[in-house]
């Protein structure tokens, strides 16, 4: 079965500090990855989405950028937080399926805080 | 443009009552739309999605939703509420032009009270 994997679950940063979150995918291969912020009291707002290694779309601009080293590594990263950095981080995947139809199976999230 | 519109911000209802999540939404391309659970400080699961097959879809824990195109509707409802079903639930909406472009409710938080 597959599994996904975010660390770590929280993270409390000063202001101007670097970030970096991780996520994991298991039991699967070329899985499409996402990345995306809950403010508090607010839906979630897609920022990042993969479809391959090394292969990054934005969806906002921002302060945040995305990696994927890996097939199934997928890493956030800031090189100086703000205090709006600030939330719930859901790092997701779905088996590609070239469609809208994709389940987005999500992770157990990180939450920061930023000082 | 597409949007989501959870329509009720917060629900309350008593054990063993009826429970109905509204969702309206705007998409001038047919969508896949969907329904995720959240539970306090926990990821998102999926409970059941529409992608242009049956209109009235059966998800987990006894929900369902029926898709509505005349209304642009996508309620959610389960004929008698558990304890177990205090959470978030957000409604979410994927046009289907290509892409991965996909647009959350802000979120509908449901009580229940014994």
């Known amino acids: 079965s597959q599994t996904i994997h975010q660390w770590p679950a929280t993270l409390v940063q000063p202001v101007g500090s670097p970030l970096s979150l991780e996520c994991t995918v298991e039991g699967t291969s070329n899985p499409n990855l996402y990345w995306y912020r809950q403010a508090a009291g607010r839906g979630l707002q897609l920022l990042f989405y993969s479809v391959g290694i090394g292969q990054i779309s934005s969806e906002v601009p921002q302060n945040l950028s995305a990696s994927r080293p890996q097939d199934r590594q997928f890493i956030l990263s800031s090189k100086k937080l703000l205090l709006s950095d600030s939330g719930f981080y859901l790092c997701?995947?779905?088996?590609?399926?070239?469609?809208?139809?994709?389940?987005?199976?999500f992770g157990p999230g990180t939450r920061l805080l930023v000082l | 443009a597409q949007s989501v519109t959870q329509l009720d911000s917060h629900v309350s209802v008593s054990e063993g009552t009826p429970v109905l999540l509204r969702c309206n939404y705007s998409s001038s391309y047919s969508p896949s739309l969907f329904w995720y659970v959240q539970h306090p400080n926990k990821g998102l699961q999926l409970l059941l999605k529409?992608?242009?097959?049956?209109?009235l879809v059966k998800g987990i824990n006894g929900f369902e939703a029926e898709f509505k195109k005349s209304e642009t509707s996508f309620h959610l409802t389960k004929p008698s509420a558990h304890m177990s079903d205090a959470a978030e639930y957000f409604c979410v909406v994927r046009p289907n032009t290509g892409g991965f472009k996909t647009i959350f409710g802000a979120g509908t938080r449901l009580f229940v009270k014994a």
């Open positions: 529409y992608t242009s097959a049956a209109t």
């Open positions: 997701a995947w779905s088996v590609p399926s070239g469609g809208p139809a994709e389940t987005q199976y």
